[in-house]
């Protein structure tokens, strides 16, 4: 990074000139983060760089030394697993390999199903060979992006006459708008990174409430024809 770069790096919302040009981005605020934590222990945080070459980040705090001999043993916590009301088939789609797996992890520690597609555009691929009840959809992405994806799926669902599948949105800006645009294109809800696992839990159990609601609903509905189409041949 040049000069220029370095001066903005660790204000909030700023990226360095190719990190704005690259296709998948965050939002410029890892760094400031960074940098409010450390300074809130007293600390500083600084980075050496020359373009081309690369950089380096460190910081430093000031810790007081601990009187006692040996570190006290924290005793193990044994987490409990909330079982979803019912196991469902989930598409989780984000361009980031990391973000992809930790979904993944916890959605089948709780017994889920997951597959997933680093685009919107895999993820329509995806949904044409196979049903899923719930869809985790990231927001800023290659290729296809959240909003667009979504709009093309339901696009989908409509053409082919699929059950709708329960999309939530996801995405690092909590923004209040991006929530709205997300429910104007065709989603069903929105959580903003990080998110907290247990609220991603009840988000997919009311999904699977809805699904399961809006199924009796059908059901309903086409047995109340079927009978009123055998009454009127009778």
Partial sequence: MDQEELKLLFHRFSQTYSQSKEKSRGFGLGLSICKKMVESMGGTINVESKKG??????????????????????????????????PQNILVVDDNPLNRKVLVTHLTQVGHNCQTASDGQEAIALIARCEFHVI???????????????QQIRLLEKKRNLPPAYIIGISGNAREVYSEQGIACG?????????????????????TIVRMASANTTSAITEATSKTTENERQ
């Fill in 187 to 207: 989603m069903n809800d929105y959580l903003s990174k990080p998110y907290d696992k247990k609220v991603l839990c009840e988000k997919i159990n009311n999904a």
């Fill in 53 to 86: 070459v690369g950089s380096k980040f460190q910081f430093q705090i000031t810790c007081e030394t601990s009187l006692s001999k040996s570190l006290p043993v924290t005793p193990k916590l044994t987490l409990k697993k909330t079982p979803p009301v019912l």
């Fill in 136 to 150: 985790l959809m990231d927001i800023i992405m290659p290729v296809l992006d959240g909003f667009k994806a979504t």
